[in-house]
T-cell receptor, first 111, second 111 residues
Framework: GQQLNQSPQSMFIQEGEDVSMNCTSS?????WLWYKQDPGEGPVLLIA?????ELTSNGRLTAQFGITRKDSFLNISASIPSDVGIYFC???????????FGDGTTLTVKP | SAVISQKPSRDICQRGTSLTIQCQVD?????MFWYRQQPGQSLTLIAT?????????ESGFVIDKFPISRPNLTFSTLTVSNMSPEDSSIYLC????????FGQGTRLTVV
């Protein structure tokens, strides 16, 4: 089946630093999604990407859909303590179809 | 987006019993899915809940263990049958139009 390799597995950063995480796949996806999950909650959608090469921002978050359609990255600028959580990438082959999830990046922000 | 209500939010169950989890979406959606998330792990798709027909199960998941209903375009249930401690996990309902949105999850502990 399809697999997503997400890295890094965890990050420990100082408040104010920028963060970058990425996902790669051996398969092509037509949609890339980035989620954040807080403890005890379901994943919350941060950014959705629909076209190869697309670069999309949501506040301090920026994500890009790789030109090969096999990768995506998420950047967080000027991190703050509430950025703490687990970030997941997900890929879809068809719109509204089932998602394949990466293993997650656990972000810790030290004040 | 879609607002997804899932209940119960948590439960502690005796082994050998069954638990039915309900998922209600605030508007009609094309696709609904059920995921399992074991502690510290990523999301694993259990099945696609098909409206008016049998669910489509992923490899490793079977209908006898995880019966699913979807009587209409806004509601689905997942039953975890004949539970064992290995079924202790978070179960998440997801609904998709183009992107997937999630309920807050059901944290199940089997003792």
């Amino acid at each position: 089946g399809q697999q997503l390799n997400q890295s890094p597995q965890s990050m420990f950063i100082q408040e104010g630093e920028d963060v970058s995480m990425n996902c790669t796949s051996s398969s092509i996806f037509n949609t890339w999604l980035w989620y954040k999950q807080d403890p005890g909650e379901g994943p919350v959608l941060l950014i959705a990407l629909y076209k190869a090469g697309e670069l999309t921002s949501n506040g301090r978050l920026t994500a890009q859909f790789g030109i090969t359609r096999k990768d995506s990255f998420l950047n967080i600028s000027a991190s703050i303590p509430s950025d703490v959580g687990i970030y997941f990438c997900a890929g879809l082959v068809t719109n509204a179809g089932k998602s394949t999830f990466g293993d997650g990046t656990t972000l810790t922000v030290k004040p | 987006s879609a607002v997804i209500s899932q209940k119960p939010s948590r439960d502690i169950c005796q082994r050998g019993t069954s638990l039915t989890i309900q998922c209600q979406v605030d508007s009609q959606v094309t696709m609904m899915f059920w995921y399992r998330q074991q502690p510290g792990q990523s999301l694993t798709l259990i099945a696609t809940a098909n409206q008016g027909s049998e669910a489509t199960y992923e490899s490793g998941f079977v209908i006898d263990k995880f019966p699913i209903s979807r009587p209409n375009l806004t509601f689905s249930t997942l039953t975890v049958s004949n539970m064992s401690p290995e079924d202790s996990s978070i179960y998440l309902c997801s609904a998709s139009r183009t992107e997937a949105f999630f309920g807050q999850g059901t944290r199940l502990t089997v003792v």
